[in-house]
């Protein structure tokens, strides 16, 4: 008897066949003498749509809302239908006797692997590879211990209860407010916490007054200090005169006392190792990544290069059966670079603490780190280079000594006021030596300081000083500045603002993010993430409770309780039909309206009302404002090489009632093209005609015609 594997991706199956000694290449799977590996597609089978229910929900009524289906069924997908249907057929073969799960090792993979299972009516034994690297040794170890496949149902459990609450909040509040409001809304269990969050940043900076305030800072000769009210207090002053007072009286004397000096040995441990959330947030600031951009650049480092190890993790810590590995790890990366940088910390036994290896603190994943294979650099990408080159020097500042210093704070006194100064002398680089002066502890605290953000005294060189001595006092100077609003969110502070409250996985933010942006709802100005005016105004329209993070973030830790046995299934699900039901019946009740920001001028011609532009990959588009209507066109009007007869400048292609037609709008010449019976040309048809009017074209009929009189008269 065989087994069937089921890998996640085509990519995954083949290099698992190819260590597992499969060779008999088929369409839709590769066949050896012991097993049979096939894969899925990403998903294959979904939840049902609601017209699977009923046909009546093919068009979307509030009167219909909500949609509770007693049974959640499942479905094929069409697209990936032909893929499904061979692994249906493998499943029935007679010499099969086990199905190997061996998608991705996590609450989604296994999503993927059980709904199949139950559509095709598996009934055979099945196990689970769970392996946390694409390497030879680990997918060989991997298959040596593989695992009951009853000892994830509780995943599996939790996995369902995700799926199903996403469907029947996310389904019935975006229809209820699709409907409700006439317009393309879209609301969900997570993105619109998310939102929520965006929103409240958004009103505190509108409702934010920017006040000035006074610094004083006395100049010592080869460093300065900052005038302050006592210890601990801060050095604004809000009134010009006091500061002026402050300094002309700080003026009037030639040096300043040393009341207090203290000198303090400060060490900085090493950071800890990735989680995909942490490196998210450290591509977004050192690379200017997006959070999507790094999830999808780490999966080829995992699976296409094998250099990584699990992505999807939300462990900052190994496990205790990883550190024999660790050694041979550092020895893997020890190339180009990094290899003086590894040697360096293998010249000693590892010390290997705590802070690298708990597994009290390791969930279903281990912290992202380098595998053990050979790296070839050369092979990388530029983006996987420099996000591989993020991964490699943590992991190895793991073994590295404590950053340490000596800071030393003193505090002068000039007659009634005091001057405070810090002042930095490195002892040992320690793991910082790995990064040199490129990296600099630059965390955003996204709630410091919301009356605005103070400049921070940076450390400095001091001279040598004696408590009690004096030191001369060169002046002082007054500087006026102004108060901050608190700072728009980027993507690494709205990933640690949404991992902070609980909002989704590290595997599921930075799609939050991107469907945020798709549906026009947030955009992106510069690395900022701002809501637009649709945001706005989806957010005063949807529920109080679905704004709040503090419910969502409660269903989280509920899916988590499930999938470790611990929480209620049925439960969980029973709260969540009754949400929906009630939401719905609020947003029923609303006598809000809803304003489209982006409506333009411009008329739709089936129907007559106004045209919305909107953002899309493909640049600016024109859409009718009924989402009834489905005409939408393109903002900008396509440019033709063909020439006005007037001005000879290029005409516009444009479409009207009588078919496409080409305009010079300054002098309003029209020019009728050909059609095909005033039918709305599809993008294949339209390039054609862009092509045929470019300048390797013929000449029009009336450019030829003023050419050939241009000669004429010459002659």
């Known amino acids: 008897m065989k087994s069937l594997v089921l890998a996640e991706k085509p990519s995954v199956a083949k290099e698992i066949a190819r260590v597992l000694g499969c060779k008999g290449k088929n369409k839709s799977y590769i066949e050896g003498p012991k097993y049979v590996v096939t894969w899925a597609l990403g998903h294959l089978v979904e939840l049902a749509e609601p017209e699977d229910y009923d046909k009546k929900y093919r068009t979307w009524n509030l009167e219909d809302l909500p949609l509770l289906p007693e049974k959640m069924n499942i479905k094929m997908m069409k697209e990936t239908s032909h893929q499904f249907k061979s692994i249906a057929s493998l499943c029935k073969r007679n010499d099969i006797g086990e199905l190997i799960i061996a998608t991705d090792a996590g609450r989604e993979g296994e999503l993927v692997a059980r709904w199949i299972m139950e559509l095709v009516h598996w009934r ?137 000096l203290k000198t303090t040995q400060r060490s900085e441990p090493h950071p800890h190792a990735y989680d995909l959330t942490e490196l998210q947030r450290d591509a977004n600031k050192r690379l200017g990544f997006s959070a999507k951009q790094t999830s999808n650049v780490l999966q080829r480092l995992y699976e296409q290069h094998k250099l990584v ?204 993010i991107e469907k945020l942006l798709s549906t026009d709802t947030i955009e992106r100005t510069r690395n900022q993430l701002v809501p637009t005016g649709k945001g706005k105004q989806l957010i005063e329209l949807v529920v109080d409770e679905l704004r709040s993070p503090e419910l969502t973030a409660k269903w989280e830790n509920e899916l988590e309780r499930i999938s470790k046995g611990k929480g209620d299934a049925k439960s969980f699900m029973r709260g969540i039909r009754g949400q929906a039901e009630k939401w719905v019946a609020e947003v029923k009740r609303e006598t809000k309206e809803y304003k489209p920001h982006n409506l333009t001028h411009s008329k739709c011609p089936d129907c007559g009302k106004p045209l919305m532009e909107v953002k899309s990959k493909r640049g600016k588009s024109l859409v009718c404002s009924d989402r009834e209507c489905s005409y939408r066109r393109a903002a900008e009007p396509v440019k033709l090489n063909k020439r006005c007869p007037q001005c000879h400048k290029k005409m516009d292609l444009r479409d009207g009632k009588a078919g496409k037609f080409a305009q010079c709008k300054p002098c309003n010449v029209i020019e009728m093209l050909e059609d095909k019976n005033s039918a709305r040309m599809n993008k294949r048809e339209q390039h054609k005609l862009v092509e045929k009017y470019s300048d390797n074209a013929p000449l029009t009929n009336s450019l030829a015609d003023k050419l050939k009189a241009a000669l004429e008269n010459k002659q």
């Open 309 to 512: 190890t699990y992505p999807r993790t939300d462990s900052r810590y190994l496990s205790s059966d990883m550190a024999p590995t660790l050694k041979g790890r550092l020895e893997s990366v020890a190339v180009g670079p990094y290899a003086p940088l590894a040697r360096k910390a293998l010249r000693k036994p590892l010390s290997i603490t705590k802070r690298i290896v708990d597994d009290s603190k390791v969930s279903d994943h281990h912290a992202i780190i380098p595998t053990e294979q050979y790296v070839q650099l050369t092979a990388l990408g530029n983006d996987e280079r420099r996000l591989y080159d993020l991964i490699v020097r943590r992991f190895i500042a793991l073994f590295y000594e404590p950053y340490r210093y000596d800071e030393t704070s003193v505090v002068l006194a000039v007659a009634s006021d005091r001057f405070y100064a810090k002042g930095k002398i490195e002892k040992d680089a320690g793991w910082k030596e790995l990064y040199g002066s490129s990296y600099a502890d630059d965390e955003e605290d996204e709630d410091d300081d919301r009356g605005g953000r103070e400049e921070r005294q940076q450390a400095q060189l001091l001279p040598a000083m004696t408590q009690g001595g004096s030191i001369p006092l060169k002046g002082a100077s007054v500087k006026e500045l102004r108060t901050m609003p608190p700072a728009r969110y980027t993507e690494a502070t709205l990933l640690s603002r949404m991992e902070k409250h609980g909002l989704g996985t590290p595997a599921t933010r930075a799609d939050i």
């Open 124 to 260: 055979k034994p099945f196990k689970r590879l769970w392996i946390s690297s694409q390497t030879d040794k680990a997918i060989k170890d991997g298959f040596n211990s593989l695992k009951p496949g009853k000892d994830y149902n509780h995943l599996y459990a939790s996995a369902v209860c995700r799926a199903e609450a996403d469907w029947l909040i996310g389904l019935n509040m975006t229809r209820a407010l699709t409907c409700k409001y006439n317009a393309q809304l879209a609301a969900g269990r997570v993105q619109t916490p998310t939102l929520g969050m965006m929103m409240d940043r958004e009103r505190e900076i509108e409702d934010f007054k920017s006040k000035p305030y006074w610094t004083v800072s006395a100049s010592f000769g080869s460093f300065s200090g900052q005038w302050r009210s006592g210890d601990g207090q801060e050095a604004r002053l809000w009134n010009k005169e006091e500061a002026d007072a402050v300094a002309a009286r700080v003026n009037k004397a030639a040096s300043a006392k040393v009341e207090r």
